[in-house]
């Protein structure tokens, strides 16, 4: 199975390489449009803010790209945000996967939402095995409101989507690479899609 990492200036991508070792993947980190497109699963990883990060996608000509993949495609965490339809981060038009708005959390408690918080309510094949109110861990201060994409909530300040899918389209906004042994799963849940 060919599994591609795509590459571009995100701060998570070595971490996700290394969760998929760890499940006897071995990873492409690339950032060539043919290799992305011929590849089994595809991860859209993310750390970063979401102005440069689309000013680098545009560039590369990746924001065209990611939205026509036809097999399963996962965002993580600024990958989930960025495949939203707009971040109010730097007021931010993004990739237009979920036609959803990401927002700041307003500042009631520690901005940003770092460590272990659980899930509810999830849904779809990306959750198998995963039970209920599950621990897995954050690292975000922008957010999207729980939707009709929604297959995954957490609370922190507000309710939020914790991860979301539009057919091929997966994304967390946590992180499964940090998330020990359910992140582990939530990876092999997608490997085996």
Not at 9 to 32: F, H, K, M, Y
Not at 111 to 116: A, D, F, I, L
Request: with cysteine; hydrophobic share 35%.
């Amino acid at each position: 199975m060919k599994i591609s990492i795509i590459k571009y200036n995100a701060g998570n991508i070595t971490s996700v390489a290394l969760a998929l070792n760890r499940l006897g993947i071995q990873p492409e980190i690339t950032d060539a449009p043919e290799i992305i497109q011929k590849s089994d699963k595809v991860i859209f990883p993310g750390v970063g803010e979401a102005s440069t990060t689309m000013n680098y996608l545009k560039e590369t000509g990746l924001n065209t790209l990611i939205p026509k993949l036809q097999q399963p495609v996962l965002g993580i965490c600024l990958g989930m945000q960025l495949m939203c339809a707009f971040s109010t981060e730097g007021e931010t038009p993004c990739l237009g996967i979920f036609d959803e708005k990401i927002q700041k959390f307003p500042p009631k408690e520690k901005v940003p939402h770092v460590g272990w918080s659980s899930i509810s309510n999830l849904k779809g094949p990306l959750f198998k095995d995963i039970p209920e109110n599950s621990f897995v861990y954050f690292v975000h201060s922008y957010f999207a409101y729980n939707n009709k994409y929604s297959i995954a909530s957490c609370n922190y300040i507000e309710p939020f989507s914790a991860a979301m899918q539009k057919g091929n389209f997966y994304a967390t906004q946590f992180h499964p690479e940090r998330s020990g042994r359910t992140g582990e799963l939530i990876l092999k849940n997608f490997i085996e899609l």
